[in-house]
């Protein structure tokens, strides 16, 4: 029984082979393990930095704040996944006690990228140009970027909070269009003059950088309460110049997976 | 007017050394983190009062609003540039005089501290200045300005438990700290209870023993009302 169950017993060169079959399948076997418990390893690591992870964006289609997000994400050509939170179904789906855990402010956008849950759009873009710097969003110059980063914080912080959804819901149904377009047309007014020092074929010069990310969305909400746009012809220029690039296009509110059919583009455009 | 070379290691620049000027009001938020930048950093400057309610308010002037065309304080002009809005400011000055820092040096850091200064700059700041209560109007103002500060806080308050140590981030001064500081004396202009709040209460009384901060604080400064003085 012994020779059926062990038959490089039956002789001794019989019983070298086989030890050194079973050494050298040790050996790879061993090494096999040691790659797959380091590779284990690795993807552990990567996974918890998030960097094997697509990031994952959670935006509304016509959040202005999701929208400059997208644009940023566009440009720098990052993959992302998408999910809808809708800010008006359920009494607005940021206000759940699981999206607050991502963001206390209940506002979207939050970022999920590299391991890190990110929120407000202006620190998420920066985040983004400093890591991956590849198509620059702002200028090397100080000076030049504290210009840019004003006039994204005319949009950022003088316009865009005044009129968001939490405050139109505040000031009331009656009240909220003329409430919305008084501010809109306040931060324009100031944003034209400022426009008219630094633009060339966009904000700053003729590159596109972040007050150029800004711009549109909070276009787009202007055209929302007919604000007569022909006020604000640099504004209005700049509109156009940056529609047409692709990454401008891609990240419009009206293509995006929870965009309503009845704002989608018709086949015809 | 000298010339000297910056010692800026991020740009090397030629500067002019004329001092830097403040276009500021005592109590506004947005100049108050500017002037906590400058002190931090040891920059002297001049300072320029604009009354935001003397003659309907002299930040709209069209003199004024030539340097600040979104009828704002503060504005700070240094090295020749005419430079608004406070966060892009103190931005500017971290780049240009990085010691000592006011923004972590890694990006994920960095993200944190933003997000906690526009928590307040973008969140609650502008929904509680002066333009926007004029607009909401006398009666309703103070439930108003209450209303976004104590929404703003809440989550300010949750994001600060991650974060904070002896400040806002971690125990270095941050650009976090000085958008929290002013936002709390508003806060306590307008009867808030910051009871509810104990993290931002506790960083922003380790804060206001800072030398700096208190160099900064309205009651310190050249326009400040004689009954408001210390």
Partial sequence: MLKEVFPCLLSWPSYRRFRRATIRLGHVALNLEHYRHTKKRSDKKMAAEGRNVKPILYSFFRSSAAWRVRIALAMKGIDYDYREVHLRKDGGQQRTEEYRKLNPMEQVPTLIIDGHTLFQSLPICEYLEETRPEVPLLPKDPAVRAKARALAEIINSGIQPLQNVNVRNKVGEEKAHEWVKYWIERGFTALEKALQETAGKYCIGDKVTLPDLFLVPQIYHAQRVDLDMSQFPTIKRIDAALSEIDAFKTAHAIRQPDTPPDERPSSKT | ?230
């Fill in chain 2, 1 to 230: 007017m000298s010339i000297e070379k910056s010692k800026s290691p991020i740009h090397s620049v030629t500067r002019m050394t004329s001092k830097p000027v403040l276009y500021s009001y005592y109590r506004s938020s947005a100049s108050y983190r500017v002037r906590i930048a400058l002190q931090v950093k040891g920059i002297d400057y001049e300072y320029k009062a604009v009354s935001l309610i003397k003659d309907g308010g002299e930040q709209y002037k069209e003199e004024y609003k030539k340097l600040n065309p979104m009828g704002q304080v503060p504005t700070l002009v240094i090295d020749g540039h005419t430079l608004v809005q406070s966060l892009p400011i103190i931005e500017y000055l971290d780049e240009t005089r990085p010691s000592p820092r006011l923004l972590p040096e890694d990006p994920a850091g960095r993200v944190k501290v933003r997000s906690l200064a526009e928590i307040v700059n973008s969140g609650i700041q502008p929904l509680q200045n002066l333009p926007v209560l004029k607009k909401v109007g006398d009666d309703q103002k103070l439930e108003w300005a209450k209303y976004w500060i104590e929404r703003g806080f809440k989550a300010l308050e949750t994001s600060l438990q991650e974060t904070a140590g002896k400040y806002s981030f971690k125990d270095e001064v941050t650009m976090a700290d000085l958008c929290l500081v002013p936002q709390v004396y508003n806060a306590l202009r307008f009867g808030i209870d910051m009871s509810e709040f104990p993290t931002i209460h506790k960083v922003y009384d380790a804060l206001v023993t800072l030398e700096a901060f208190k160099a900064a604080h309205p009651s310190n400064q050249p326009d400040t009302p004689a009954d408001q003085k210390p």
